[in-house]
């Protein structure tokens, strides 16, 4: 999996690759479609929830640019996937995900992972974690109609967020970076999301969030 769709498809950070050779990703997923747990598409894990393709996974990894040190917010825990493969990049993970059972499971897989520097929280993830802002670096692991700016008031100066910007089918995951005065923002390809749902992202159908 890493050889092909991770280090051929242009990721080249050792640590990013170290990472998802170290990380089961078979265990994120439901046993039933363990078999498909290595191939290069996402899968679903429930409430209308994927775990997403491990080329994504490296690509948005890697463009947070971690060296060991940072807090790192993540928005959308899903499997837990992700998490565990920022668990080994970082200091500490904060987690947000808004659907309970969804982040429940996600929490015994890491716990059985030993990713004892992840914590998990039930809330809507668009609003942040602004009781333990600013973050070093931020990662959005589902589609938003816009970047939200109550993300971007947690970043650190300096700090990265990475997120997918778009429609309800088709997103483009953008890098923005805080820096003193300025936002500087890259483009980094193509992308398709589950929607962000939450007071800063997509309506919940027939209520708001």
Not at 42 to 54: A, R
């Amino acid at each position: 999996m890493v050889e092909r769709q991770v280090i051929a498809r242009g990721v080249k950070d050792p640590a990013v690759i170290e990472a998802m050779l170290r990380v089961p990703r078979h265990l994120f997923v439901e046993e039933a479609l363990r078999g498909q747990a290595y191939g290069d598409y996402p899968l679903p894990i429930g409430e209308k929830q994927t775990i997403s393709q491990p080329y994504i996974v490296a690509l948005m990894t890697e463009a947070l640019a971690l060296t060991g040190s940072e807090r790192v917010l993540e928005v959308g825990t899903g499997s837990g996937y992700q998490a565990s493969i920022l668990s080994l990049l970082s200091e500490k993970v904060y987690s947000v995900e808004r659907i309970s059972r969804v982040a429940n499971n996600a929490r015994k897989i890491l716990d059985s992972f030993y990713c004892s520097n992840v914590l998990v929280r039930v809330a809507d993830g668009t609003r942040g974690w602004l009781d333990e802002a600013p973050f070093d670096a931020i990662m959005v692991t589902a589609g938003a109609p816009k970047v939200p700016d109550s993300l971007v008031a947690q970043l650190c100066v300096g700090g990265r967020l990475v997120i997918p910007v778009g429609d309800e089918e088709v997103q483009e995951l953008i890098k923005i970076t805080k820096m003193k005065d300025r936002l500087q923002t890259e483009r980094l390809g193509g992308c398709r999301f589950v929607k962000l749902i939450g007071a800063n992202g997509w309506e919940v159908k027939g209520n708001r969030c």
